[in-house]
């Protein structure tokens, strides 16, 4: 899945597919989503692209999400 630096609050609706939304909070680490979800975030301008991490990089990025 690719990742993005998220600037601003972006609600993402999944429908007609599964009836979930989904609120992506701004933060200043990389955050891993759907290509979609990315997709529509940087169209919207509330993210940019990140390069994907390096996996121990990407096992610290998971363990502080889980810790806050």
Do not use: L
């Amino acid at each position: 899945m690719p990742w993005a630096i998220f600037h601003r609050t972006f609600n993402f609706d999944f429908r007609p597919d599964a009836a979930v939304c989904k609120e992506i909070r701004p933060a200043i680490i990389p955050q891993e989503h759907p290509e979609r979800v990315i997709a529509a975030a940087v169209k919207a301008g509330a993210a940019h692209r990140v390069k994907s991490p390096r996996p121990e990089q990407k096992r610290a990025y998971k363990r502080a999400k889980r810790a806050g």
